[in-house]
């Protein structure tokens, strides 16, 4: 069981700067996801700690110690790859003991332990066949079972399920968790899939071009995004572009090139008057009806329906220009009504970067 | 299913590529086993005179021996130096290693004479000519770009990722090597290794400029012989030659599977 602190990495490829000032801390035994866009270098941070890319400048602390000068196989962290990669030319057990092997357990133990961490995903009984010879998704689970068989201080997961069809991806999801909670080993897991980072995470790094955008619990990444690439990147969201004409303590308004007064919460920067900004609101944030609530209050035109299962996606048009998304558990109109929308101040967020 | 006309017409044009290609290396099979001095076709009546006075024949046993020695030491040196300089240049994140590794492959561009020109040109200024190791690193020039180019294929960007788990699972670069990386590209370096060896012991090209009156390769012998004489002892040597570097194919088909060899991608499900 390990802290992890990521301080200040830097890492410049060919005058491409990948990673600027990245740092975030992982408690002991948390999980930790690594959030963002293709390119945001989520995957070379991560590569970073394992001691697989050497980064320019910077500190990777584990348990208070800096290990960054440490090659990758004295930092005990095992290593979940993108592609497995499971050794072509060893069984499935050789595969997982390779491990044990490599850091000198007794031999006598070494079946014993390979075996536990096969029982431990579920496979025990493939152990003598090899990689190609089982499913892409049981080839996870042995990838899985190979990094935690030699009780790493930090699991690292480089978007593990990317590969897994969606059902599949599902169930593992689950079973991650489930298993990462059981061993509580600290887990750090890139994955470009925020529903899956904000499921899976106690907190979550969300990245965007080298820097790290935000930190907090999925909750707070969610309901409180520090800026407006990190709330259209997490979840659904209506976007309107605009100038704050006012700003004060009891909130902030906004007025778009239509001419339509928004309420909201200002999230970055001192906004004064006249800022270019943008305000986001939430698909379920909207009220759909007469039973109007808030600072946001607007008469608008149900443009399409998309059913949904467990709610109904609706487009709603403003005026020419302006349209938003709401949510709705049982829709009583139709396209082409007319019916009265409303959100809170509070449930909306304005940044003016 | 295909017409049974088309069907014909293929294999009609197989067997006439088969014979195209094999056809005279089987007349020289069939002129080996003639009962007389001179080199006719077909044989009048089977005998294996010339082989035995081939394998009685002092010149060439000496011609024999030293081939196998020039092939087989060429070979040990270059898949052990081909193989390295192809696992460093993988590893080599540089803008010069695509104009290195065409360096290093340009003896199988340019013409053999030329190369044979230039290497005893070589050795004549530093004063080596007629040492016998000048045939061995002779042979190693233009034998190396063959087990470059199959360990530098066999060496898949997927091969990087394994050596990479390796390491993060506790083993050393060292071991990582021997336990990872060696049994994945094996095929290649050993079709590199037979390659080598293959090109080497029939090599004419440099080999004519490298040889002296104590040192006859196999090959050059052969030429000479033809020249003043007809009779089917060259036939033999020819038909060994054949069993030799046949055998020797069919050995890389057992172990790694041609394909692997020529395809560059160690095929592990064999």
Same mark, same amino acid.
């Given at each position: 069981?390990?802290?992890?602190?990521?301080?200040?990495?830097?890492?410049?490829?060919?005058?491409?700067?990948?990673?600027?000032?990245?740092?975030?801390?992982?408690?002991?035994?948390?999980?930790?996801?690594?959030?963002?866009?293709?390119?945001?270098?989520?995957?070379?941070?991560?590569?970073?700690?394992?001691?697989?890319?050497?980064?320019?400048?910077?500190?990777?602390?584990?348990?208070?110690?800096?290990?960054?000068?440490?090659?990758?196989?004295?930092?005990?962290?095992?290593?979940?790859?993108?592609?497995?990669?499971?050794?072509?030319?060893?069984?499935?057990?050789?595969?997982?003991?390779?491990?044990?092997?490599?850091?000198?357990?007794?031999?006598?133990?070494?079946?014993?332990?390979? @075996?536990?961490?096969?029982?431990?995903?579920?496979?025990?009984?493939?152990?003598?066949?090899?990689?190609?010879?089982?499913?892409?998704? @049981? @080839?996870?689970?042995?990838?899985?079972?190979?990094?935690?068989?030699?009780?790493?201080?930090?699991?690292?997961?480089?978007?593990?399920?990317?590969?897994?069809?969606?059902?599949?991806?599902?169930?593992?999801?689950?079973?991650?968790?489930?298993?990462?909670?059981?061993?509580?080993?600290?887990?750090?897991?890139?994955?470009?899939?925020?529903?899956?980072?904000?499921?899976?995470?106690?907190?979550?790094?969300?990245?965007?071009?080298?820097?790290?955008?935000?930190?907090?619990?999925?909750?707070?990444?969610?309901?409180?995004?520090?800026?407006?690439?990190?709330?259209?990147?997490?979840?659904?969201?209506?976007?309107?572009?605009?100038?704050?004409?006012?700003?004060?303590?009891?909130?902030?308004?906004?007025?778009?090139?239509?001419?339509?007064?928004?309420?909201?919460?200002?999230r970055t920067g001192a906004g004064p008057g006249g800022a270019s900004a943008r305000l986001i609101v939430r698909p379920e944030k909207v009220r759909i009806g007469s039973a109007a609530q808030g600072e946001n209050r607007f008469q608008a035109t149900v443009e399409h329906l998309a059913y949904a299962g467990a709610s109904t996606r609706v487009v709603l048009r403003l005026n020419a220009q302006e349209r938003l998304i709401a949510n709705s558990v049982k829709p009583d109109f139709a396209i082409g009504d007319t019916v009265e929308i409303s959100w809170q101040a509070v449930a909306s967020s304005i940044f003016t970067d | 299913m295909r017409r049974l006309g088309a069907q014909v017409a293929i294999l009609a044009y197989l067997l006439a590529m088969a014979a195209f290609l094999l056809g005279p290396v089987l007349v020289v099979m069939a002129i080996s086993v003639n009962p007389f001095g001179y080199s006719i076709f077909p044989p009048r009546g089977f005998s294996m005179r010339w082989y035995l006075e081939v394998l009685n024949d002092p010149q060439w046993r000496a011609s024999i021996g030293i081939s196998l020695l020039i092939a087989l030491a060429s070979s040990v040196i270059v898949t052990t130096t081909g193989t390295m300089a192809a696992v460093g240049l993988r590893r080599w994140n540089s803008a010069f290693r695509d104009g290195l590794v065409a360096v290093l492959m340009s003896p199988l561009l340019l013409p053999g004479l030329i190369t044979g020109l230039a290497i005893l040109f070589f050795f004549s200024l530093v004063g080596a000519l007629g040492a016998s190791w000048t045939l061995i690193l002779g042979h190693a020039v233009i034998t190396y770009p063959y087990v470059l180019r199959l360990v530098y294929a066999a060496l898949s960007r997927d091969t990087a990722t394994y050596e990479e788990a390796a390491r993060t699972l506790g083993a050393s670069p060292v071991v990582t090597f021997f336990q990872v990386t060696l049994p994945l590209i094996r095929s290649g370096i050993f079709g590199g290794a037979v390659f080598a060896f293959i090109i080497s012991f029939d090599n004419i090209t440099v080999s004519i400029f490298l040889s002296n009156p104590r040192m006859v390769t196999l090959p050059i012998r052969i030429l000479e012989h033809i020249q003043w004489s007809g009779t089917p002892s060259v036939a033999a040597i020819s038909t060994m030659m054949v069993v030799v570097t046949g055998g020797m194919a069919l050995l890389i088909e057992r172990i790694g599977g041609l394909q692997s060899v020529f395809g560059g991608v160690p095929d592990e499900s064999r």
């Open positions: 069981m390990s802290r992890v602190s990521v301080r200040n990495i830097r890492k410049v490829y060919g005058g491409v700067t990948a990673l600027n000032n990245v740092g975030f801390e992982v408690g002991d035994g948390q999980f930790v996801s690594l959030l963002g866009p293709s390119g945001c270098g989520k995957t070379t941070t991560l590569r970073v700690i394992a001691g697989l890319v050497e980064p320019d400048s910077g500190r990777i602390e584990v348990d208070g110690r800096d290990i960054v000068n440490d090659p990758p196989e004295r930092r005990n962290m095992g290593v979940v790859f993108q592609s497995y990669a499971l050794f072509p030319h060893k069984t499935i057990l050789e595969n997982v003991a390779f491990g044990l092997k490599m850091r000198k357990t007794p031999a006598a133990d070494i079946p014993r332990l390979a @075996q536990a961490a096969l029982e431990m995903v579920r496979l025990p009984s493939v152990g003598d066949r090899y990689p190609r010879q089982i499913s892409g998704g @049981q @080839q996870q689970r042995v990838a899985i079972a190979r990094a935690i068989a030699t009780r790493p201080s930090v699991l690292l997961l480089d978007e593990p399920l990317s590969n897994l069809d969606l059902k599949l991806r599902m169930q593992m999801r689950v079973e991650l968790k489930e298993l990462q909670r059981q061993v509580g080993i600290t887990t750090v897991f890139v994955t470009h899939d925020q529903e899956e980072g904000l499921m899976l995470s106690d907190r979550v790094v969300v990245m965007s071009e080298g820097r790290v955008a935000q930190v907090g619990t999925p909750d707070e990444i969610y309901e409180t995004p520090a800026s407006s690439f990190v709330a259209d990147f997490i979840g659904e969201a209506s976007v309107f572009e605009g100038q704050i004409t006012h700003s004060g303590p009891e909130g902030c308004v906004m007025r778009t090139a239509a001419g339509t007064l928004l309420h909201g919460v200002l | -």
